[in-house]
């Protein structure tokens, strides 16, 4: 059960914008043949997806203060934000899986206000496949 904790902790931790990466873990634990594979791909999948709904929440939320100092993205940064966001849409979001503009991608879409009905069935495809492909890969490898 720890096991599983920790890798719903560590997708969890990935989908923020905090430096982690839950894919190595996974990939690892896939290996182990005590362990069910399934549960591994369901455990990190909705890991990663709550991650990014707290990225969206954050989003969501973080607007209102884009007058104060302390704000992390200048106006011209947020202008070019939304400009593509309403540029590629929701779609967009089929590449919140990648690395390093995914998960600015998902707060992005808070800040759009793009509705959690769409935004969650979106994210679980683009980051459920991405962890499929990971388990694939894993598995062909050993």
Same mark, same amino acid.
């Given at each position: ?73 200048? &106006?011209?940064? =947020?202008?070019?934000?939304? $400009? #593509? /966001? ?6 967009? @979001? ?26 969650? &069935?979106?994210? =679980?495809?683009?980051?459920? $496949? #991405? /962890? ?6 894993? @598995?062909?490898?050993?």
């Amino acid at each position: 059960m720890w096991t599983y904790l920790g890798l719903f902790g560590a997708a969890f931790a990935a989908a923020t914008i905090l430096p982690m990466q839950s894919e190595a873990l996974l990939a690892y634990l896939v290996t182990n043949p005590d362990l069910w594979v399934a549960g591994l791909f369901c455990v990190a999948t909705l890991g990663n997806v709550l991650g990014s709904v707290v990225n969206w929440y954050c989003g969501r939320f973080l607007r209102r203060f884009r007058d104060r100092r302390w704000f992390p993205v200048s &106006p011209a940064a =947020l202008q070019r934000a939304e $400009t #593509r /966001y309403h540029r590629y849409g929701r779609w967009s @979001l089929l590449a919140s899986w990648v690395p390093i503009i995914g998960d600015p991608l998902t707060v992005v879409a808070g800040v759009m206000r793009e509705p959690l009905r769409s935004f969650i &069935p979106i994210v =679980l495809l683009a980051k459920g $496949t #991405r /962890y499929l492909v990971v388990i694939l890969a894993a @598995l062909a490898w050993v």
